[in-house]
């Protein structure tokens, strides 16, 4: 915990991140500036508001004048760890921290954190919502939507908090630790950013730094990254696996219709049927939610009641509606190839494939086996969309669209009835979007309006 009252400390980066940090040093009587690229009026008006808690405000750059003087540097997950002036900073000793890991400095209750390439979200969901329908007084956020910070403004409503963590969350903690670390899976993602798929890996591997023998690890023994990750640990580690039924402590799947957990002498059973997610990935992480909510003393019937009545997450292979025998997913959350990969995965019906948006260094390449024979036709959208073309257009039909809205109609135009079309980018959103959120909403609404233009008549 760090003492704040009369401290200066810069706030980088306004967005909801930013915006609760400022929100909550204004509390502890700190010196506050803000930073961010972005100019006045281009920022929420949330944002807008606190920049009245703040003794200086720099907008529309990186201006180095809103580190001259500061005591502590707190940033956001979007702004760049390497930035050269936040080196210099380190240099000097004055400490630049992430929000996760400024927050966590003043938490004294049990943390999971909840990493992975894909599947982070559904997991860290899946998680608290088995926890809340127990009973359990359990605060859900991280990576997901709501800053670790905001724990801090109620702490004693919570008893425990379920965070997702990113990889630009993990780069810069330090003491970060939590109770339970859930490493899902590890596969090239951000190489624009973390620059080699070595450093990326290293980096999620930070969310077990800092456990020992009191804590715990649920790791995914299927994937060789995540294993690489954790060697060295020194938690205890819970594994799951859809490839073993001998393990002595652990989760595996029992002729796809169950899982099963052992835990020394314990074993439980939990039954499928009524799991409402689809794809062999969410069985995955469902083990892994299994796995944290026994490690927290959930009873089995408890666990087999969540599983039941767990929905989804918005964004994620999220059925929208079924128009003349073509049903519509979003997956608009999948900005990565292994999660169009996943997401191709959860169907056995012809699709066809709304991809595409900014690139971040990956090889579309990896998508030519999976595609083949499966997605009928790929739509394509966005800056990335002419190098998923070139990596596509031999093994499928591939078309070009200027929006999402002729990505959604000429999709439309070339579905029969019984296929699928499925909304999953492989691409960040920032071209053409705010976020995933913003994509995703408007693929809904789009595939709503076809409802509409149908019922008149129209194509």
Known sequence: MFELNGRKVTVVGLGITGIRLVEFLKRTGANITVSDVRKEEEL??????????????????????????????????????????????????IPVLGEIEFAFRYINKPIIGITGTNGKTTTTSMIGHFLLVS?????????????????????????????????????????????????????????DRHKTFEN????????????????????????????????????????????????KNGIVIFNGKSIISYAKELVHEYFLERFHLRGIHNIENLMAAIAVNEIMGLSR??????????KGV????????????????????GTNVNSVIRAIESF?????LIAGGRDKGSDFN??????????????????????????????????LAESM??????????????????????????????????????????????LVSEEAGGN
């Not at 003794?55 to 003087?69: F, I, P, V």
């Not at 630790?177 to 859930?182: E, L, T």
């Not at 299927?222 to 490839?243: H, Q």
């Not at 019937?301 to 767990?310: L, R, S």
């Open 200 to 247: 990326y890996r290293y980096i999620k591997s930070r969310i077990f730094k800092n456990q020992n023998d009191e804590d715990f690890a649920v790791i995914n023994m299927d994937d060789e990254n995540v294993k690489k990750a954790s060697d060295g640990i020194r938690s205890k580690v819970i594994s799951f696996t859809k490839n073993s039924k001998h393990l």
């Open 44 to 93: 929420r008006d949330e944002a807008r508001r606190v920049l009245q808690f703040a003794e200086k405000c720099y907008l529309g750059g990186n201006n180095e004048e809103a580190y001259k003087d500061a005591d502590m540097i707190i940033i956001s997950p979007g702004v760049p760890y390497d930035l050269e002036i936040l080196e210099e900073k380190r240099k000097r000793g």
């Open 135 to 191: 009973g359990r007084r359990a605060f859900v956020g991280g990576n997901i939507g709501r800053p670790l910070i905001e724990f801090l403004n109620d702490y004693d409503k919570w008893d425990i908090a379920v965070v997702e963590v990113s990889s630009f969350q993990l780069e810069s903690t330090y003491e970060f630790r939590p109770k339970i670390a859930v490493l899902l899976n590890i596969t090239e993602d951000h190489i």
């Open 405 to 450: 809205d002729d990505a959604v109609k000429k999709a439309f135009r070339i579905a029969d009835p019984g296929d699928v079309v499925l909304l999953s980018p492989g691409c960040a959103s920032f071209d053409m979007f705010r976020d995933y959120e913003e994509r995703g909403e408007m693929f809904k609404n789009i595939v709503r309006n076809l």
């Open 348 to 352: 056995n019906e012809s699709i066809i």
């Open 301 to 310: 019937d408890d666990i087999q009641y969540g599983i039941e009545t767990f």
């Open 314 to 333: 918005p964004h994620r292979i999220e059925f929208v509606k079924e128009i003349k025998g073509v049903k519509f997913y979003n997956d608009s959350k």
């Open 366 to 399: 990896i998508l030519k086996n999976k595609v083949k024979g499966r997605v009928k036709a790929s739509i394509l959208i966005g800056e990335a969309r002419d190098k998923i073309k070139d990596a596509l257009c031999e093994v499928t039909y591939t078309e």
